[in-house]
């Protein structure tokens, strides 16, 4: 069995991690902001637990791993994310951009850090990242979604530094970009649903070796370029 920690579960792309790994078996500590309200999540059959985490909140974190500091966490998936509208130049509002670099650039790298004891203490040794296509600078042709890209842009320059950090303790670690999926962020006109995104990206990250680390993929396996 599998022990798979989980941000951002209670909708979208983090959800559909959480049902296809407590499917499959595996014991999954789903986190959220508002548990009460995450009913969706509740209803998942399975080895479920459901714990309460902003990851912009720094004492929030560190009292989670600390109240599962006798867990082995085998996987982190690192999906919570924020996108807020008005971001292109003459609409930027500086606060939702401090706002989208708490919890896109800054909070996944606190919870990593967090738990990388528990990482450490397993056998997966693996954290994926949800990114996205928008974080590359070398494929922005439009310079829409300002804020987000930026702070994605930011993830991967930390999670890179993070790979090559850790590589020595056998960590394997991966940042991806799940597709255009519909989800409350993807909107409903995108090209994939959450099930075919969290299959492909489920399946680079068991398929992933210690040459894999630090790569910026697609849920399809696909390079991108930074």
Request: negative net charge.
């Amino acid at each position: 069995m599998t022990n798979i920690l989980i941000t951002g579960a209670n909708r979208g792309l983090g959800l559909e991690f959480v049902r296809q790994y407590a499917a499959d078996g595996d014991r999954v500590f789903a986190t959220c902001r508002d548990p009460a309200g995450a009913t969706e999540l509740a209803t998942i059959a399975g080895d479920v637990t459901v714990h309460e985490l902003d990851v912009t909140d720094l004492v929030q974190i560190s009292a989670l791993a600390k109240s599962l500091e006798g867990e082995t966490m085998d996987i982190l998936v690192n999906n919570a994310g924020l996108l807020t509208s008005g971001q292109r130049v003459g609409g930027i509002d500086t606060s939702n951009w401090i706002e989208e670099f708490k919890v896109n650039t800054m909070g996944p790298i606190a919870v990593a850090q967090a738990f990388l004891p528990h990482l450490e203490r397993g056998m997966e040794r693996r954290m994926a990242f949800i990114s996205s296509v928008l974080a590359s600078i070398g494929s922005n042709k439009d310079g829409a979604f300002s804020l987000y890209r930026s702070t994605k842009a930011g993830l991967n320059a930390a999670v890179k530094s993070l790979a090559v950090d850790t590589a020595a303790r056998g960590m394997i670690v991966l940042l991806m970009h799940p597709g255009w999926v519909r989800t409350d962020m993807g909107g409903s006109n995108a090209a994939i649903d959450t099930a075919t995104s969290v299959h492909g990206l489920r399946q680079q990250i068991v398929a992933a070796g210690p040459e894999d680390s630090g790569r910026f993929i697609t849920h399809e396996g696909v390079e991108i370029p930074w």
